[in-house]
């Protein structure tokens, strides 16, 4: 052989892998193409549904997220107690009450519909995939997450602005008793161009998750609500203005909606007027409250003011308290005291 076919028979075969690597490069792009962001290498639906029951997978990657969740009440919202005392009375309890506190991913059974009752693993019940995954495995979220691992991002104009997404569970109009968006939507915090997440899910600046090296503003999972003294004490302004014989107690709901916002909350007004001596000569409870029939015990508006008038004569003085009772049959020495004046 000679040294020239030597170097063309070379040449020959260069050329035909040269061929080849090109060919499985356009297929491998033809491959993605139909695939869109849904790349092998991501896990399916099922993968991340296993590995958080079995492994908290999330937790890994987003730790400060999963230890605010994991003590808020969406990660309580099936074995809380009070919850269950009240479902085991409820015939059909399956059909009316389970659905919410243990539901399917709510992206897949569709944002604003009624959600379905998960089959197992209730315990989670309102669990990070409850509100992020889609039917193929990917995390809707606010940011525009360029660098996935694990699980695909999308990102996500309903998490952004979540109220609608809130709405799913807190705003059936077949549940009045859990509606707080409702009332929301026509509130001085609506006019505001807050969200439900603007009260409920603070800002904080931190990582996205341990494989992010910048800083972004995120939002605590946290969720205080009526179990948090700063957030009940937060929802109202009480002052005591005393006039020409009497004293006018005002109440104004600086909350997002109704208050209380659950129709099995109540909040006192305890008002105690005395004389100069110390001898009460009133001493009462006002129940504010969803049992209400009349409206000036009914529950306040957002924004609405409401006053309580009482006389007074020169030589007395009034003293209110304003209370929070979680349940009916909440003991009084648990009740949080949310507001108190004098006059
Ligand atoms: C549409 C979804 C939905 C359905 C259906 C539903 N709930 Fe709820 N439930 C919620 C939401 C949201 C909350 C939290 C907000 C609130 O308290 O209003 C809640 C809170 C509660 C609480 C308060 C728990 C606590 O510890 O403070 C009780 C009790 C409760 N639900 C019982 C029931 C019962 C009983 C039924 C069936 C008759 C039921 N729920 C049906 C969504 C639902
Ligand atoms: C009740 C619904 C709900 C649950 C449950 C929930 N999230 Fe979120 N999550 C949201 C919303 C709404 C946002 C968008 C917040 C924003 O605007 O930044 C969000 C944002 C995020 C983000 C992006 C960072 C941020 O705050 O913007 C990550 C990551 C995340 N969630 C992970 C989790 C993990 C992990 C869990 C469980 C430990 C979880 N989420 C549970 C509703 C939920
Ligand atoms: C192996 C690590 C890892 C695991 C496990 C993981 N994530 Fe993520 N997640 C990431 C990374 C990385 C990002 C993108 C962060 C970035 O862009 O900086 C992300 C982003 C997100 C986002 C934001 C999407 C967006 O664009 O706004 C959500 C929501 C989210 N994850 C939810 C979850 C949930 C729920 C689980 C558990 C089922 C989970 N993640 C498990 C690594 C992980
Ligand atoms: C301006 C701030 C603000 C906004 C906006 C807001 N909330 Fe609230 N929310 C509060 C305060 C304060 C409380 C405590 C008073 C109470 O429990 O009624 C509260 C309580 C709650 C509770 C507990 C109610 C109960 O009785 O246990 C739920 C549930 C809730 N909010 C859901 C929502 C949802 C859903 C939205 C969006 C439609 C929303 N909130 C918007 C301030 C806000
Ligand atoms: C899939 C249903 C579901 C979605 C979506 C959902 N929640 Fe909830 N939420 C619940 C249930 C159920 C509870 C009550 C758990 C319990 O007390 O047993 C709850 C409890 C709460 C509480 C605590 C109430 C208390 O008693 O203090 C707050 C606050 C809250 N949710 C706000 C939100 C906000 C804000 C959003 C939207 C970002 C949201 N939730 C989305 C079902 C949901």
Not at 230 to 257: D, F, M, P, Q, Y
């Amino acid at each position: 052989m000679t040294l020239a076919l030597i170097v063309r028979l070379a040449l020959i075969c260069l050329l035909l892998t040269l061929i080849m690597f090109c060919a499985a490069q356009v297929e491998t792009a033809d491959e993605m193409e139909q695939d869109s962001i849904f790349e092998p290498s991501y896990l399916s639906y099922d993968d991340i549904y296993r590995d958080f029951t079995q492994k908290k997978m999330c937790k890994r990657c987003h730790p400060a997220i999963w230890r605010e969740w994991e003590r808020s009440m969406h990660a309580k919202a099936w074995e809380d107690p009070i919850y269950q005392e009240a479902a085991s009375q409820v015939e059909d309890r399956e059909k009316k009450c389970d659905p919410c506190h243990a539901p399917e991913p709510i992206l897949i059974t569709g944002i604003g519909k009624m959600p379905k009752l998960r089959a197992e693993d209730r315990k989670y019940g309102v669990s990070c995939i409850v509100c992020h995954i889609d039917a193929h495995g990917a995390m809707h979220g606010p940011h525009k997450s360029e660098n996935p691992m694990y699980h695909a991002n999308v990102t996500s104009e309903a998490h952004a602005k979540p109220t609608e997404l809130c709405a799913t569970c807190h705003g059936q109009p077949s549940v009045p008793e859990h509606n707080q968006v409702d009332s929301f939507k026509n509130s001085p915090a609506a006019e505001k161009g807050l969200n439900c997440a603007s009260c409920h899910m603070p800002a904080v600046k931190r990582q996205l998750s341990v494989h992010t090296y910048e800083t972004v503003t995120v939002r605590r999972h946290t969720w205080a609500g009526s179990r948090s003294v700063s957030k009940l004490k937060s929802a109202v302004n009480l002052k005591v203005v005393r006039t020409e014989g009497k004293a006018t107690v005002r109440l104004t709901n600086k909350a997002g909606h109704l208050l209380p916002g659950d129709a099995l909350r109540a909040i006192i007004l305890e008002v105690k007027i005395a004389d100069s001596s110390g001898t009460v000569n009133r001493d009462e409870q006002v129940l504010i409250s969803a049992l209400s029939s009349k409206p000036e015990t009914s529950r306040l508006l957002p924004g609405e003011t409401r006053d309580f008038v009482y006389s007074l004569s020169d030589t007395e003085t009034i003293e209110v308290k304003l209370r929070y009772r979680l349940t009916p049959t909440t003991p009084e020495t648990e009740w949080v005291t949310m507001a108190e004046g004098s006059q």
